[in-house]
């Protein structure tokens, strides 16, 4: 049973920043990309970040020059560091694998955890 499960949200003012971080469990062969989503009240959910295995990365339009998207190997996981926070970002992120396991390959998603910016 592979499961993502993240960390790291919660209440933060305008300006602030915030870690995320994923960490992948289960009977694991190989981690592909990992990523993170989020999706604010009445809209759909939006790819952030994403990684490859390798530590090639891509951005939102709207987070390039904020966010940070970094990966441990080692340790299964994924983080988002979260800097100059806007109200704009305030949704629920979703941490979002391709996993490998010894019969087959498919893509995750975590429970989610809710990020709000306000003062």
């Known amino acids: 049973q592979v499961q993502l499960v993240e960390s790291g949200g919660g209440l933060v003012q305008p300006g602030g920043s915030l870690r995320l971080s994923c960490a992948a469990s289960g009977s694991i062969f190989s981690i592909n990309d990992m990523g993170w989503y989020r999706q604010a009240p009445g809209k759909e959910r939006e790819l952030v970040a994403d990684?490859?295995?390798?530590?090639?990365?891509k951005y939102d339009d709207s987070v390039k020059g904020r966010f940070i998207i970094s990966r441990d190997n080692a340790k299964k996981r994924v983080y988002l560091q979260m800097n100059s926070l806007k109200p704009e970002d305030t949704a629920v992120y979703y941490c979002?694998?391709?996993?490998?396991?010894?019969?087959?390959?498919?893509?995750?998603w975590g429970q989610g955890t809710q990020v709000t910016v306000s003062s």
């Open positions: 990684i490859t295995s390798g530590g090639m990365s």
């Open positions: 979002h694998a391709g996993i490998a396991t010894a019969i087959s390959f498919k893509y995750y």
